[in-house]
DNA sequence: CAGTATCCCCTCAGATACTG
DNA sequence: CAGTATCTGAGGGGATACTG
């Protein structure tokens, strides 16, 4: 926790962004968080504007971290389901602590344009 | 707070992540975070990696959200000032999360890598 | 249904040189 | 000291078409 004390440089924010910036990474683990699990078409459909190829990748990305769960029901057609891992679950506060804060960003930068007009 | 529960779409997660992202910001916060005030130089020798260029972009890119005060010494030569605004210092727990989060996900990631492997 | 395969574009960041 | 100005390249994401 005490990374700000002496030493900046080791501080591992930057391992938290790595893991969920992506331009459509919030938005699944959120959907993953509400939903618990969903199949492939179904974010897809949740998401309409990401298209198939990111939407893969960022899916495999989550998968590589350990995040998301990825299963495979061997049959025709195909289905796969995905769901946050035990870890990926544990970004659930983390999520909220950014969207709370990006709320009061949003009320700040409201007077922050008008003061910078006047 | 409660983003989750029926429409994910509208967090603000991303409001989050567009004022803390960039290759060096979450330094640059932590710098200014435990030091309070820093010169321009200060920051450059801090963090010797970033280039003037892409300093002075993401000092910048923060002024404008509010987060960080620019003060300027009109003098020669000339002295700069930056600081956190104390919006900017309502990033701090958000930050710590982040940090913890990063933290306990590098661990996680050694034994899923062996996981992985086996 | 759940993806690949290509191709393209555009932004972000680095390198280098210059300046009030 | 605290920046600009230019040029450049890498890669993240979009569009479209195809497939086991």
């Known amino acids: 926790m005490e990374w700000n004390k002496e030493n900046p440089e080791q501080c591992k924010v930057v391992v938290?962004?790595?893991?969920?910036?992506?331009?459509?990474?919030?938005?699944?683990?959120?959907?993953?968080?509400?939903?618990?699990?969903?199949?492939?078409?179904?974010?897809?459909?949740?998401?309409p504007d990401v298209t198939q190829r990111v939407l893969t990748l960022h899916l495999r990305q989550l998968e590589e971290q350990g995040i998301v769960k990825r299963v495979v029901y061997r049959q025709v057609p195909p289905k796969v389901e995905y769901?946050?891992?035990?870890?990926?679950?544990?970004?659930k506060p983390v999520l909220e602590a950014m969207h709370a804060w990006g709320l009061s960003h949003l009320e700040h930068l409201e007077n922050f344009k008008n003061t910078q007009s006047e």
């Open 16 to 47: 938290a962004l790595d893991a969920v910036v992506g331009k459509w990474k919030p938005l699944i683990l959120l959907h993953l968080l509400s939903k618990g699990t969903l199949r492939y078409n179904e974010i897809k459909r949740l998401i």
């Open 83 to 91: 769901s946050l891992t035990e870890h990926g679950q544990t970004l």
